[in-house]
């Protein structure tokens, strides 16, 4: 019973959400200064849907009180109890000593990339760290690897100068020994302290060298991050559609740039399906857009008409459409569960056992996706696409659900062991199910905005409203 109140531990994060939102933390975030594993737990969606994130990487950029910037690979586990990456629950681990001085950060962001290496989304969030009077006396704040490069050749410095020093002081007593050597002696080491001397005049031209020496290639190194940290600043990332009410607002909206996606309101809202989606771009050389699958944009660009995108509704009902509903009373959340289909198997043959064209045993098997949902701990609904529909209950057997139709059956494994006598209890109880939803594969809304044109009198062509 206390699951609930867990996942209310994480933080909801839409991969499409609202360009400008910026989410508080506050409640779910206590990092103290001088940490180590302070972390923090998301649920990530896209477009209300589970994101499945596994093989993904979190960068985190900020920016705390005293100006000091910051750019990490956050490390991602499901550790925790309810973690599960897979539907996008996950536990984000900051690395030690990131948090070095209390207050509200001036600026922190997540950047989610794919396996591919795509930015899919950045996340912009309030972040505040509580202070520690102990850290704040005894930290010492090393501000990028730039800084941990210039503290190597600080300390190689001191060392250089300690060795000058003591050959010095070598060299002087040896000088003051000399004058009691016979002319020979004196000349034969007056000859390796000069040799000694080039050796050292040539070593220091490598590192002086204007070209190649090791100090113009620290300040080039120096150079190179400073740009790419200011690329990194000015970067955008554009992870949401813009929406309007009619095509003449999006052409009259200045701030769309090649890259972004618009959509344009449809018949009931701007999600039914009905409305058009919109691929904006930079207009080609003597383009003469046709104003209807390529619109001309006020600002030079052009959006251009992109049929292959379904609305959120369509495809949750397409992708889950189907559920079937099991009372297992285990008293657990199976974690894994398992879907199979296959044809023919024994006793469903069409024709009469064995007289299929394969002869004996299943055919025709795939395993199916799905996801699950739990309303109570002895019940799973498990939702897999609506094109595998049986007309058929789930009944219990050897461990399994199993739903027939005609020759057609579905198994569900709930991927851990079963307790007989319980799963028996509630065995006839469960039930499938295609779901009520209105998108483009179940009920579609009537148009309203249609008007019809005469051609003659038993003729009339149906042309939308502008």
Known sequence: METLPKLKQYIPVDLLRSQDETI?????????VGDINSYLKLWVYSNGLAQDIRNWRVLFFGTDPEHNDFRVY?????????DQQRIGRVTLYFPDNVFQIGGKWEEAYLSF????GNVVSTVNFNLVVQGSNFYARMGVHAKSVIAEFQELVD????LVDKDSQEVNNKVAQLKADLDKLGDATKKDFTDWLANFKQTLTDAMAEINDPKTGIYVRYNQLL??????????KQAQFHDRPFQFDTVATMKAYAPLIAGDLAVTRGWDNYDDGHGAYW??????????PDENNVISLDNGMVAERNSSLLSADSLED????????IKHNQCEHPLHPAVLYYEDAIGTERDGLGKTSHGFGQTNTKLINCIAEYPDVNTIKVKIPRNFYLDAVPHYKFGAWYLIDGNRTIKVDLGMPINDAKAQAGDGEGESYLSPNTGYFS???SPSDLRAVYIDEHTQRLLWRD
Do not use: W
């Open 24 to 32: 508080d933390i506050a409640d779910s975030f206590k990092g103290r």
């Open 318 to 325: 397409f992708l889950y459409g189907y559920t079937i509903e």
């Open 443 to 445: 009920k579609p809304t």
């Open 113 to 116: 990339i794919d396996p591919d």
């Open 74 to 82: 956050l490390t991602m586990a499901d550790n925790q109890k309810l």
């Open 279 to 288: 691929n904006i771009r930079v207009k080609h050389k003597d383009e003469v």
């Open 223 to 232: 150079d190179m991050t400073k740009q790419i940290q200011e690329t990194l």
């Open 155 to 158: 300390k190689l410095s001191a």
